[in-house]
């Protein structure tokens, strides 16, 4: 009898840490999207969705719904795109690649404000490094974080910077799990590289794959310390996504109830993204 419970005695803590870090915080976000800040009373009121209500006729939230959608749209197929051809190169024969892997983990190591604060040093408008390179080489100084035309564009980058070494790793992991057999018997029937990656390489990699385009969504979706750091937002609501502006409204403007609304309508967006994903490679996995 003991032997049957064993393995859900082994699962407990487990199920009870996901229970107290991840579900007990949806439910209390969940209702606390249920409340509206009493300014008069200094109390809570039950608001009902009035909160749910009042978002889907703010532009500021469907701005940072905007902005949300968009640096995903890019920076998502980005960074897997080139966390794979990493993660090739990686694995490759190349003479000193050794100490290309070694490179390969210093954006890792550096945590991301501390990035962050590196790269705004670096960008900056009037004495940062990368404006006197580019005047250096006859080219205008860039407006860069300043800019709401290239602040995303410029945060994107920076999450890239740090981000694709990591996701490289898992990817690289999968690339050696493949069977050097299968490549040999691919040179035996004449397969050129093309061939071999196409028909061998890709098809045992789409698991890796998944993970990797899965967990690399929701990273991006929930992307907030550049923005916080980087722009505040800003400027003129350019990087405002829906993390930053959840994050406002619960410090900023004392309305955790709206905050806790956003996180809510931002986490069902994650889950039909991830359920369309999933649809999409399911059978391809």
């Known amino acids: 009898m003991k032997a049957k419970y064993a393995p859900y005695l082994f699962l407990l803590p487990a199920v009870a840490l996901l229970i107290i870090f991840k579900l007990y915080p949806i439910i209390l976000g969940l209702k606390n999207s249920l409340y509206a800040p009493g300014f ?8 009902g969705l009035d909160n749910y209500v009042f978002l889907f006729t703010d532009s500021v939230f469907w701005n940072s719904v905007y902005v949300t959608l968009f640096l995903n749209l890019f920076i998502n197929p980005i960074q897997i795109a080139l966390a794979f051809l990493l993660a090739i190169l990686l694995n490759s024969k190349l003479k000193g690649i050794r100490f290309f892997r070694s490179i390969n983990i210093i954006p890792i190591t550096v945590s991301l404000p501390i990035a962050c604060v590196l790269w705004s040093i670096m960008l900056n408008p009037e004495q940062g ?3 006197s390179i580019l005047v250096a080489l006859g080219q205008p100084q860039q407006p860069f974080l300043t800019s709401k035309d290239q602040a995303l564009w410029v945060i994107m980058a920076i999450a890239t910077w740090k981000g694709v070494g990591y996701w490289a790793i898992f990817l690289l992991a999968g690339l050696q799990e493949v069977p050097s057999s299968l490549y040999e018997a691919a040179n035996i029937d004449g397969a050129g590289k093309w061939q071999q990656f196409s028909n061998v390489t890709f098809p045992l990699m789409k698991r890796p794959l998944t993970f990797v385009i899965v967990a690399d969504t929701v990273t991006n979706f929930l992307l907030f310390a550049p923005m916080y750091i980087l722009t505040k937002g800003g400027p003129e609501n350019s ?15 004392s309305d955790p109830g709206r905050a806790s609304a956003i996180v809510i309508l931002l986490l069902l967006i994650i889950l039909v993204i991830i359920g369309i994903q999933f649809r999409l490679l399911r059978s391809k996995v």
Request: charged letters at 10%; proline letters at 0%.
């Open 129 to 131: 490094v990368v404006n």
């Open 40 to 47: 008069v009373t200094g109390n809570e009121t039950f608001a």
């Open 239 to 253: 990087t405002n996504v829906l993390m930053a502006e959840s994050f406002n409204s619960a410090f900023v403007y």
